[in-house]
């Protein structure tokens, strides 16, 4: 039944599409058939240039119901999301080659436009030079007024210009000494000007204009060099440091200047980081702390300076330096607090240690928004994940070193544990009632989701899932090898376990074992569960929300997790059910209470039989009560999983009985063929188990069975020739035996004529069975 429902609550795909990633991993099936199916493909059909949409959609739409139109919506929808995804990844994955290039192109064009000022100064020198050495020679070789020209020349006074000219390099050396940057650009610009003026209007001569155009690149270059001195002395900060990039920004020098801006800050924080020397018995969380003041003060005042001299400019190698930072943030974290964390199992430092750095990554990416917190989870998890390893180790070793001494005798929890403060169920008031290993189990399971919890934003929610499950996995195998039988049986073990276990001797301290079991798997552990819900966090990852990660939270699929839970459960079941099946088929010696001879040799015996059901159906219905009583008290307000626990061990005898090959060898070809006296045998023991099954001991499934087993054993009896008819007594008389055996055993009262009530349910419901199976097996 379980397994029908679970299929037609599959997703099912639009016929002519392929299955989405989602569907293939709800079905579990398919899985690596279709993994290699690369989106591309998938999406290959859509970017045709022929694509027609409307053509598309009525040629899947036009024989599709309600149904499968929305399921073709949602496939849709996830091809949509995945492609998104994709090109986000591809984006992602040139963007560092891209920022390299741009870099590299923006230092490009500054190293050529000081060359080309270069450049223009020499050549303007050189031809002021050439000119200057033209007229003298022509002045030289010129005859008559030489004389004249030179007093004239001697004469006249040098224009304001000129003077302005001669006193410039003078002026700027002064500027330059006593460090007044501002009026040192003001007069180069001016200088400027005054080039281009005089190369439009003639207003200097060629040799005033070269010697000008020469002291601009020179003093240009001095005053270039004297600020990128300044922004690296450790003293210049704040309003000096971006007054120093905003002047080398205005002489021309926009990269060299955010370059020496990032170095400054970057030089700034590896000295305020020599302050803090992490020890071997310091706190990892005050160590994160003072770091991550540090890293992301310095981030913060880097990103505010090169904000207000240079604007977006520079975005990208803001994002370079700045991820560089968290980066080397991170390492130091994880080398000098996380690392020890991790190894000897301390996930609640190394959880404190990941929430202050996010934390105050956080208060910088909601004022900048820049998204460092990815940088730092990926860096962070392996160290997370390490110390979630070795907590799930401590909590399996402790319990089976638990499960060594315990008694299996269920208890409450002691008053001042955490198991009853932090339980769910003691939330509702109701305690639970294990055996001293499941509380310690349950307890450190419960500490453990309290402290992975924050750490959704990891994307552990998965992981730590599995690990649990693993954990609950080995606990069950001790459970299994707690049951006496088990320790030469280890089909129901999976991997080693641990030999050394307290044996439950006791039918009651077996069905301990079971309780353990269900509790944990159907209340306990799945509530714990929560735990790692985004509503259960929503006040401690608030700001992770804020800042856009929600995408990154992914609850755990509670429904099949708690799935492989029962699954496990369902093991300690099946041993157990195993384990007392065997002790009512085999005795002692290995000889088998349920075998072909024991129907075929009452006709070849001279006694007359004295009815009623054979020994091993009488100790099964025993065995029944006897359980059935002990779990009315141990799975009080779980009646459900005690009475499927019970209609498991008749199932299980029965099921024996329908496969016994060599069981059926014998009735069907043995050289003795089965008699009227053994049919009769059997058909009685049949019944029997019918009766006392019905709607407690009995499920449809086993019903259909012992029904298609008389028929085959009637089936076997007719081939001898005779009627089963002609030899089975009526139905009043399996009755009446089964009746009679069933109080004789339960201890209950027959009615008081010593005759059944015939208006009862049961007589009515069990006369009927008789009947239906008769008549199968006669026709």
Not at 316 to 334: D, M, P
Not at 617 to 635: R, V
Not at 760 to 767: D, G, K, L, N, Y
Request: proline share 3%; charged share 25%; net charge negative.
């Amino acid at each position: 039944m379980a397994s029908a429902k679970s299929s037609r609550s599959r997703n099912s795909v639009p016929s002519g599409l392929a299955a989405p990633p989602g569907a293939l991993q709800a079905n579990g099936g398919g899985g690596g058939q279709e993994a290699g199916v690369q989106l591309a493909d998938k999406l290959k059909i859509f970017k045709t240039d022929n694509f027609d949409s409307d053509a598309y959609v009525q040629s899947k739409c036009q024989t599709m119901n309600e149904r499968e139109i929305k399921q073709l919506c949602n496939y849709l929808q996830d091809l949509k999301k995945a492609s998104a995804e994709e090109m986000r990844k591809s984006v992602y994955a040139n963007y560092a080659s891209f920022i390299r290039t741009s870099k590299e192109i923006s230092d490009l064009e500054g190293e050529l436009l000081s060359i080309k000022n270069l450049l223009g100064a020499q050549t303007g020198l050189i031809r002021g030079l050439a000119e200057g050495v033209n007229i003298d020679s022509l002045s030289a070789a010129s005859d008559g007024g030489k004389e004249d020209d030179k007093s004239r020349i001697e004469d006249q006074e040098p224009s304001d210009m000129e003077k302005w000219v001669v006193e410039f390099p003078d002026l700027l050396e002064v500027l330059l000494a006593e460090r007044r940057v501002d009026e040192a650009l003001d007069a180069l610009d001016e200088a400027e000007r005054v080039v281009t003026d005089a190369k439009q209007n003639q207003t200097l001569g060629t040799l005033a204009l070269a010697l000008l155009q020469n002291a601009v690149s020179e003093y240009r270059q001095k005053l270039a060099d004297q600020l990128a001195e300044a922004a690296c002395q450790s003293s210049t900060r704040g309003v000096e440091l971006r007054g120093a990039a905003s002047a080398l920004k205005r002489l021309g020098d926009g990269p060299r200047a955010h370059t020496l801006l990032l170095t400054a800050h970057d030089q700034r924080l590896q000295y305020n980081m020599q302050v803090i020397h992490p020890t071997s018995t310091s706190y990892g969380g005050a160590y994160t702390a003072a770091v991550s003041q540090q890293v992301f003060s310095a981030i913060a005042q880097a990103l505010n300076d090169s904000q207000a001299v240079f604007g977006d400019e520079f975005a990208s190698e803001l994002v370079i330096w700045s991820t560089k930072q968290a980066e080397s943030f991170a390492h130091l974290v994880r080398r000098h607090a996380l690392a020890s964390s991790a190894a000897a199992g301390g996930l609640r430092a190394a959880v404190e240690c990941v929430q202050i750095a996010i934390e105050h990554c956080s208060l910088l990416e909601a004022h900048w928004k820049l998204s460092l917190s990815s940088v730092l989870l990926r860096l962070f998890r392996p160290c997370v994940e390490q110390a979630l390893d070795a907590n799930l180790r401590r909590i399996e070793e402790s319990t089976s070193a638990l499960a060594a001494a315990d008694d299996w005798v269920l208890i409450y929890p002691s008053t001042g544990s955490r198991t009853s403060s932090r339980s769910s169920t003691s939330v509702m008031g109701i305690q639970p009632k294990l055996t001293s290993s499941a509380h310690r189990f349950n307890s450190m399971v419960q500490d453990f989701l309290e402290d992975v919890g924050p750490l959704l934003s990891m994307q552990l929610g998965g992981s730590t899932m599995d690990g649990l499950l693993k954990v609950f996995n080995s606990y069950i195998n001790l459970l299994i090898n707690a049951l006496p039988s088990s320790m030469e049986d280890e089909t129901y073990l999976d991997g080693p376990v641990n030999k050394l276990v307290q044996i439950a001797e006791t039918e009651t301290q077996q069905l301990s074992l079971l309780a353990n079991a269900s509790l944990l798997a159907e209340d306990l552990l799945p509530r714990a569960a929560m735990k790692l819900s985004p509503h259960y966090q929503a006040g401690r990852i608030e700001d992770t929300r804020q800042r856009g990660l929600d995408k990154n939270i992914r609850v755990p699929e509670q429904r099949e997790w708690k799935r492989k839970l029962q699954r496990s459960v369902d093991k300690l079941r099946d041993s157990f059910c195993r384990q007392h099946a065997l002790d009512l088929i085999f005795t002692e010696d290995g000889d088998t209470n349920l075998s072909a001879e024991m129907y075929i040799n009452m006709d070849y015996n001279s006694e007359e039989p004295d009815w009623a059901p054979s020994p091993i159906f009488q100790e099964l219905y025993a065995k029944l009560n006897s359980i059935a009583t002990i779990a009315s008290d141990i799975f009080v307000g779980r009646e459900r999983f005690a009475t499927l626990l019970l209609m498991r061990l008749t199932e299980t005898v029965i099921l024996w009985l329908s496969e016994d090959q060599s069981f059926w060898e014998e009735i069907e070809e043995g050289q003795r063929p089965l008699g009227p006296l053994g049919l009769q045998q059997f058909y009685l023991d049949m019944q029997f188990v019918i009766l006392f099954g019905q709607g407690r001991f009995l499920s449809r499934h086993v019903h259909q069975v012992i029904i298609d087993v008389i028929e085959r054993v009637m089936a076997a009896f007719s081939a001898t020739g005779m009627n089963p008819d002609s030899v089975l007594p009526s139905n009043d008389w399996f009755f009446e035996i089964a009746q009679e055996t069933i109080f004789r055993i339960s201890g209950k009262a027959r009615y008081g004529n010593g005759e059944r009530e015939l208006n009862s349910p049961t007589a009515s419901v069990s006369a009927q069975s008789i009947s239906s199976v008769r008549s199968l097996g006669s026709s």
